[in-house]
């Protein structure tokens, strides 16, 4: 694809994930469409967005396009065993040419087996700290190109911002619900 083209159509795909995240507040609607989105846009198999537990030792799936349910099901994703998952959350985008014979990868087999050869992974920042990392998982060898890299890097910021919105509106919501049950006599939920 000519690089003119690749930019368009990434252009389209984040005017089309803006328009998605500015109609919702609803998280997981929206991060499944930012996931289907880039895939599509970077001409993946697959891509998902995974979200730092709140101990901040485990990268749980929040949304995912394209992986089967028992390469998702292969065991959780612990930052300390995942050298390319601690090199992502430290601010760098990645990307690994071949997931099946690079050590930095936590899961090799199970990759190989769903069919997974090349990824590219870019942190979600938010407030100057890793929230997560989105992920885009390819049946091919690749390299990604720069222009790919740095459409990722845009998504995941959209991402990052669509993440926090939504917890600051969940938030908001839980206070007002909790100031109306005070003032209605009833006990606040924990």
């Known amino acids: 694809m000519q690089p003119e083209q690749s930019l368009g159509k990434y252009f389209d795909a984040l005017y089309q994930i803006v328009m998605r995240i500015s109609g919702s507040l609803e998280l997981d609607e929206v991060l499944g469409y930012l996931t289907e989105e880039t895939a599509k846009a970077v001409d993946v198999r697959a891509s998902s967005v995974r979200l730092l537990d709140a101990s901040g030792t485990l990268l749980e799936m929040k949304a995912v396009h394209g992986l089967s349910d028992s390469y998702l099901n292969k065991g959780p994703v612990q930052v300390e065993r995942s050298h390319v998952d601690q090199q992502i959350l430290s601010g760098q985008a990645t990307q ?15 990759a190989r087996r769903e069919g997974i050869v090349s990824l590219a992974s870019v942190p979600l920042i938010a407030h100057a700290k890793p929230i997560g990392v ?11 190109a720069d222009a790919d890299m740095r459409f990722l890097v845009a998504v995941a910021d959209l991402a990052a911002l669509c993440i926090e919105n939504a917890r600051l509106y969940e938030g908001a919501k839980q206070s007002y619900e909790d100031t109306m049950n005070v003032l209605w006599g009833k006990e606040p939920k924990e």
């Open 134 to 144: 989105l992920r885009v998982y390819s049946g091919e060898r690749r390299t990604f």
């Open 96 to 110: 690994l040419v071949d997931v099946t014979s690079d050590t930095s990868f936590q899961y090799p087999e199970e």
